[in-house]
């Protein structure tokens, strides 16, 4: 069992743990990428803030591993928000994507998300989101999966948690609305702009085409 896989499993653990005083938790968000994320000519991945409820419904009461494959199957099965794709989110995702990888079949990105847990579809209380975040399930991600590009789709309010999860990360300026985040474990190309709920109300959406030609160059 590898370190991703071991971290899943005491996600689990700990989300039983927490459920015992507060039940409205989500499941742990665990990632299952496509064999043909591996393939993709830019290998991207995009970061979302937090859960909506995932995995409910699931029974706590399982072994932590096969809970971890459970929630990976679920994961596969909501298929990148396949039956989402015209929400903000999924045609900004669907947009990045296509543009750094014109030729791709299928899409076949990574989706993680900055919080891996929410409490009736809404953020963590802060001790216990720090205790979630402690489990290091993003970094241990993106050491698994080597994306090219990262996203950060979380606006100016989970920028605190962000810096958290990535000590010492430094926000350039690199456009309207978004910023490249420089940190050793991070992609050279990893940015940050706001929720693309925002982009479009706002009518910012030209930001991703930004982003898009900061990948491209850089």
Known sequence: MGDLARAY???VTLWRELSETAPGLSAPFVVAP??????????????????????????????????????RDWYRSFDLGAHYRSTPFWS????????????????????????KMDFRRSRLAPEIE???????????EIAEFSPEVVVFFTGPR????????????????AGSLLFRVIHPD??????????????????HWSV?????????IA
Request: glycine share 4%; hydrophobic share 40%.
């Open 208 to 216: 991703l085409d930004d982003l898009i030609s900061q990948c491209r």
């Open 158 to 173: 989970y920028d605190e948690r962000l810096k958290r999860s990535f000590p010492g990360a430094r926000f350039e300026p």
């Open 34 to 71: 496509r064999s043909a994320y591996r393939r993709a000519a830019v290998r991207l991945l995009v970061v979302g803030q937090e859960t909506f409820g995932w995995g409910e419904g699931i029974d706590k009461d399982q072994p932590a591993e096969q809970l971890v494959e459970i929630l």
């Open 9 to 11: 499993a005491r996600a």
């Open 186 to 203: 991070l992609p050279p190309r990893s940015f940050r702009t706001y929720h693309p709920r925002y982009l479009r109300m706002s009518r």
């Open 92 to 115: 900004a995702a669907d947009h990045v994507f296509r543009a750094l990888n014109p030729a791709a079949d299928s899409r076949a990105f990574l989706w993680s998300n900055l919080v």
């Open 130 to 140: 720090e205790r979630v975040a402690d489990l290091r399930l993003l970094q241990l």
